[in-house]
């Protein structure tokens, strides 16, 4: 196989890990190694003179929206899922005692030995896994250690990830999923229902859909301004239900060309909507680019959980949203085709995105 083949396969050639322990070592007068540096980090926009305050994502109540009389909370929903593509969900049904349990396994996961950790490593040809998939040579990485794995169907799970995990965590995260699950499909509901599709239809495509999760550990460092947490992008989900883990914040949004950073509500979920959605809505939700920022001081450990179709349902416009004044926008594609060709490249902004747009062409020009 060529080189150039190489990039192009399904997953990785080869992978890396231990940001958390090269970190500990990190000082202000220590160069940050190259490998990490990012030169054209665009810093977030900052308060002005007069101390306006930023703009927030919207929050909604969970029981306000799923009230009977919701149509105006549901048309705020469309607006939010529209204008930001992101948004904050309170008195979402999870209990704190769970979040407060989740805390603590997945602190004593990361802090585990890097020898215990290694045996999760992404091995070759794979994206699942702990540490950093490497495709390409001179490309940049993340300041953070993370653990990516797909969790539904059952079947699809590694052998040697998710059941070998220390069992605390392993019983911890399932109930976690549960909770998820019901969440996530409520959600889905409530963002088709926006959109004229009816819950038969959202669940056709979602319900036990293919669902994955990211646990991400972000070291502090001393230059912080020279890294980024994760690159800039949009994901390539129907939603995406982040959990702000231990409360340090660094999640930042692209809105109207600038970076915002996202202020956490206590115990809420931050959702955004991924690129499927987009595609779903024919445009009518926005996949918002979204990148995390490393703080100098404090570790910032989040749980991102994807929440997908099945592999076997077709992605593409729903039909009722599309018509001969209002055409589809992006191509049909079968999921487990759409999976693969995400994992077989890099994050890049909303490439991804881009490559499912029909092209229009101008008869005139």
């Known amino acids: 196989m ?14 890396v890990l231990g940001v958390m322990e090269m970190a500990k070592t990190c000082t202000p007068e220590m160069g940050i ?15 002005d003179e007069t101390n306006t305050p930023l703009p927030t994502i919207p929050v909604f109540d969970l029981q306000s929206l799923l009230c009977g009389t919701a149509s105006t909370e549901l048309e705020k929903l469309y607006i939010a899922c529209k204008d930001w593509g992101f948004f904050q969900v309170v008195n979402h049904g999870v209990s704190s005692q769970l979040l407060e349990k989740l805390k603590l396994e997945t602190e004593k996961f990361f802090n585990l030995p890097i020898e215990e950790k290694r045996k999760y490593q992404i091995r070759p040809g794979d994206v699942q896994g702990y540490g950093h998939a490497i495709r390409c040579k001179d490309q940049k990485l993340d300041w953070g250690d ?19 995990l220390p069992s605390p965590l392993r019983d911890t995260l399932e109930s976690y999923f549960s909770e998820l699950r019901k969440l996530g499909m409520t959600l889905l509901g409530l963002l088709g229902k926006a959109i004229s599709m009816d819950m038969k239809e959202v669940e056709n495509l979602f319900e036990d859909g293919m669902q994955s999760v990211r646990m991400t550990y972000y070291p502090p460092c001393p230059r912080s301004e020279q890294v980024v947490g994760l690159t800039p992008h949009s994901d390539a989900t129907g939603i995406t239900i982040l959990n702000q883990v231990n409360g340090v914040e660094g999640l930042e949004i692209k809105k109207c060309g600038v970076w915002i ?5 206590p115990d809420a979920f931050v959702i955004n909507v991924g690129d499927i959605m987009e595609i779903l809505s024919n445009g009518a939700y926005t996949s918002i680019e979204h990148r995390a920022s490393v703080n100098k001081e404090k570790e910032r450990i989040s749980i991102a ?19 001969s004044e209002n055409p589809p926008l992006f191509k049909t594609m079968l999921m487990e085709d759409y999976f693969k060709d995400f994992f077989s490249r890099n994050l890049d902004g909303k490439s991804h995105l881009e490559k499912m747009r029909v092209k229009s062409f101008n008869l005139y020009s």
């Open 305 to 323: 959980m994807f929440f997908n179709p099945k592999f076997e349902a077709e992605i593409g416009p729903v039909k009722r949203l599309t018509s």
């Open 261 to 265: 950073p996202v202020t956490f509500l």
């Open 146 to 164: 993370r653990f990516y794995m797909v969790i539904n169907p059952v079947k699809r799970r590694k052998p040697y990830l998710f059941p070998e």
């Open 33 to 47: 190694p190259e490998m990490y540096i990012r030169p054209e980090h665009e810093p977030p926009i900052q308060l």
């Open 2 to 15: 060529t080189s150039k083949q190489v990039s192009t396969v399904f997953g990785t050639t080869h992978s």
